[in-house]
């Protein structure tokens, strides 16, 4: 059974830092890259962060570039998301995915999604 469980969102002042987790289960992770989505209320899934299986390649979205890091432990089975210098636009339900390819990061191109950690930040 293909599992992937969020976890380390919460409350945070604007300025403050979260480190999100994703622990799989089901599936070779080590094959795969990974990626975090968030959601916001009202709006549209967007993309925020993408590893490579390997670690070596990361792609981050302009709004979180320089603030945010994607890290991945193939041992434990976990991708993290470092998020620092938080924003109140970054309050969203923040999604882990896989997909098979590091070139294939849309949404659409998720073969697996997690259920989500809601992360609020209030200024």
């Known amino acids: 059974q293909v599992q992937l469980v969020e976890s380390g969102g919460g409350l945070v002042q604007a300025g403050g830092s979260l480190r999100l987790s994703c622990v799989v289960s089901?599936?070779?992770?080590?094959?795969?890259?990974m990626a975090w989505f968030r959601q916001a209320p009202g709006k549209e899934r967007e993309f925020v962060a993408a590893?490579?299986?390997?670690?070596?390649?990361?792609y981050y979205a302009d709004s979180v570039k320089g603030r945010f890091t994607i890290s991945r432990d193939n041992a434990k089975n976990t991708v993290y998301l470092q998020m620092n210098s938080l924003k109140p636009e970054d309050t969203a339900v923040y999604y882990c995915?896989?997909?098979?390819?590091?070139?294939?990061?849309?949404?659409?191109?998720?073969?697996?999604w997690g259920k989500g950690t809601l992360v609020t930040v209030s200024s």
């Open positions: 590893i490579s299986w390997s670690g070596g390649t990361t």
């Open positions: 089901g599936f070779s992770f080590s094959r795969y890259a």
């Open positions: 995915a896989a997909t098979s390819s590091i070139a294939r990061i849309r949404a659409s191109d998720m073969g697996y």
